[in-house]
């Protein structure tokens, strides 16, 4: 059964793209921890990470880099975090997250809330960085 991911990939369930190319999709968390935290997801249906083939392991890292380079261009922040939990979704994926303090990689705490103009202006402006 294809995973919610898969259906964005797909095209049947929008997102707010910031970027994408053959093997990766990234997008933004729509029950975001910060302001700009990103999801980064194989198009392959793979569930654990350490799962994916060697060649999509180094290649995610790559385009994440790219990506976080983005955020950082238009989020302010000190850097951009990365997090793999992998339980909620079964399909591969990293958490790129913009952070001041560790505080903000806190995924219990309060979700920032944006509304939909606010997630499409910045998709589209990490997205053109």
Do not use: W
């Not at 793999?84 to 903000?104: C, F, K, Q, T, Y």
Request: charged fraction near 20%; hydrophobic fraction near 45%; glycine fraction near 4%.
């Amino acid at each position: 059964m294809a995973t919610i991911f898969t259906k964005i990939i797909n095209g049947e369930i929008p997102c707010y793209k910031v970027g994408e190319n053959d093997k990766f999709l990234a997008f933004l968390d729509i029950q975001p921890v910060v302001k700009g935290h990103t999801l980064i997801i194989p198009k392959i249906e793979i569930d654990y990470y350490f799962d994916l083939p060697d060649d999509y392991l180094s290649e995610i890292n790559l385009f994440a880099k790219e990506v976080a380079r983005k955020i950082k261009t238009i989020v302010p922040c000190t850097k951009v975090g990365v997090s793999v939990i992998g339980l909620e979704v079964p399909h591969a994926h990293l958490h790129l997250i913009p952070m001041n303090s560790v505080g903000d990689m806190n995924f219990t705490k309060q979700r920032a809330q944006l509304s939909a103009e606010e997630f499409q202006q910045l998709a589209h402006a990490i997205s053109n960085a």
